[in-house]
T-cell receptor, first 114, second 112 residues
């Protein structure tokens, strides 16, 4: 049981380049999330999904797109990377059933945009 | 909008008790969670309160008062390994179902 797996773990981009971060979970969770973490800012929600084929905007969605074509995968895309998107990105998932709000996190992706 | 407020830093000595407070403003409040994160690591779940009152898990306890939009995390018998950042998070229902927002975190330093 791998839990939540994020790829890649590290990436360096040049301004204007695009990339996709992949999150995969093997726990049959309905809900999946993408957060970014910057010093002093805590975890800020970018986008989330409450089930296969659904997505919703979080607190800081601009400059990012997401897709949830399969229940186990949640992709985060940057179409034209900017230095302001330099951050640590965390994916997380949970069951979504009432009373069980435990989030399981991936190990994170360190992204630098030059 | 939504907001969560928690102290940015707390310092305590080994063996002591520390309380980290969290106040929140949100529509469609469903529950309050707490997470721990060590430097360089991913957040890990500590506790969840969906109802008013105290939830106890070993040395850690969490409290919620929905009427006061307030909760806290209580850490007892502090150990050096408890030095970490602690985040409160609110879960919403209704139009924002699934939305899960975090506070900015409280950095706890445990001194010998």
């Amino acid at each position: 049981n791998a839990g939540v797996t994020q790829t890649p773990k590290f990436r360096v981009l040049k301004t204007g380049q695009s990339m996709t971060l992949l999150c995969a979970q093997d726990m049959n969770h309905e809900y999946m999330y993408w957060y970014r973490q910057d010093p002093g800012m805590g975890l800020r929600l970018i986008h989330y999904s409450v089930g296969e084929g659904t997505t919703a905007k979080g607190e800081v969605p601009d400059g990012y797109n997401v897709s949830r074509l399969k229940k186990q995968n949640f992709l985060l895309g940057l179409e034209s990377a900017a230095p302001s998107q330099t951050s640590v990105y965390f994916c997380a998932s949970r069951t979504g059933t009432g009373g069980n709000e435990k989030l399981f996190f991936g190990s994170g992706t360190q992204l630098s945009v030059l | 909008g939504q907001s969560l407020e928690q102290p940015s830093e707390v310092t305590a000595v080994e063996g002591a008790i520390v309380q980290i407070n969290c106040t929140y403003q949100t529509s469609g409040f469903y529950g309050l969670s707490w997470y721990q994160q060590h430097d360089g690591g991913a957040p890990t779940f500590l506790s969840y309160n969906g109802l008013d009152g105290l939830e106890e898990t070993g040395r850690f306890s969490s409290f919620l008062s929905r009427s006061d939009s307030y909760g806290y995390l209580l850490l007892q018998e502090l150990q050096m390994k408890d030095s970490a950042s602690y985040f409160c998070a609110v879960t919403n229902y209704g139009g924002s179902q699934g939305n899960l927002i975090f506070g900015k975190g409280t950095k706890l330093s445990v001194k010998p």
